[in-house]
């Protein structure tokens, strides 16, 4: 998801990335598999190989948000985020995790924590986590994607809307809320070096490492993961399965951690009978 930390990435400038990707194929139609990092530093270059030929041989591209859905996501941000009532953040937070948030607050301006809800305190905390790292979504894969397409007048676009993937968040029940909440203040002093460890997993494509990453951090709190990751897995695997009835090649780019492990869309359409092929 755009919002999230795990979404985020950071590289070395000049990186050369050979990111995972899969290709599930019948007879006449074909969708790659593409995992994405929604914000990357400058110079990451993960476009060329066969992630080239893919972007070069596809009819479309499919992502999670489509281009108009991306740019409505601070407005959805903006109405679902306020708590109803306001609420200090030394009331939400043990001392420990709430030195983290203080900590990472000080560094870029205060969040405005108090009068948002538990879920948008994370989603702020993830962002500022970017910002100090210097990650931009404008380098991210979705971004470069888009360009390259749009360039060629190829369609777009995407399997939610901004306002559905932030009401995951806003219908968790409280105490998940504010165990994801708790968790990432507690991990802020850490939060870089642990993005920059998922994202040299996904640049070397290593998917036995971005699921051990992934799975250490959402397992944490298992509603989370169901409503996160699981839940719109089988949504998507469902979306993936009718559109292999039509004809044509499809570039599906995806959040990295939507295609590793015995529950990512990889192993849910091999599961389902598809010729599901590693193709970097």
Known sequence: MPFLLAACGTADPGTQARPAMWLVADEDTKIYLLGSMHALPSGTDWDDGKVGAAIGAADELVMELAPGELANAGAAFQALAPRSAPLAMDKRLPADALAGYRALEANGGDFGGDALDDWAVMVLMG????????????????????????????????????????MLFETLDPATQRALLTRAARGAKDAAQEVGELTAAWSRGDVAALEKLINEDVDAVPAARRAIITDRNHDWMLWARQRMDRPGTVLMAVGAGHLVGADGLPALLAAAGYKVTRVQ
Not at 129 to 155: H, I, M, W, Y
Request: glycine share 12%; hydrophobic share 35%; aromatic share 2%.
């Open 127 to 166: 962002q500022r986590v970017a910002q100090n790292a210097a990650l931009d979504p404008g380098n991210g894969v979705e971004s470069r994607l888009t360009e390259r397409f749009r360039a060629e007048g190829k369609p777009i676009g995407g399997l939610e809307t901004a306002r559905a993937q932030l």
